[in-house]
């Protein structure tokens, strides 16, 4: 019953922007860490951005400056803006939930992940 649906990806040219959303349901969103991972073929997933229930940020390197994570308690969804896409944008994009009210940025610390939504941004 605990579902995390992403969507919003898609085909966008370099340079352009994307905005993901992911629909919280059957657990209480108020206290769960929200995430945004993203995997690539042949590489590990990784952390792109977090958001604590609290509002506090963290990002990866290489997206710091162009994405930027937000949540909308009211609608249980979080979103991931996404600008100044590069083609090593590309990955499958996956929404994660954490318990706990303090930032979680490790992987394994999550209990909840979506499908994930494919970004491909090409050049």
């Known amino acids: 019953q605990e579902q995390l649906v992403e969507s919003g990806g898609g085909l966008v040219q370099a340079g352009g922007s994307l905005r993901l959303s992911c629909a919280a349901s059957g ?6 860490c929200m995430g945004w991972f993203r ?13 604590s229930s609290g509002g506090s940020t963290n990002y990866a390197d290489s997206v710091q400056g ?10 249980n969804t979080v979103y991931l803006q996404m600008n100044s896409l590069k083609p090593e944008d ?12 303090w930032l979680r940025i490790k992987k394994d610390e999550y209990t909840y992940w979506g499908q994930g939504t494919q970004v491909t941004v090409s050049s």
């Open 66 to 75: 162009r994405f930027t994570i937000s949540r909308d308690s009211a609608k």
């Open 39 to 51: 995997q690539a073929p042949g590489k590990q997933r990784e952390l792109v951005a977090v958001i």
């Open 27 to 32: 657990f209480i969103f108020s206290i769960y």
């Open 90 to 101: 590309t990955a499958v994009y996956y929404c994660a939930a954490a318990p706990g009210i």
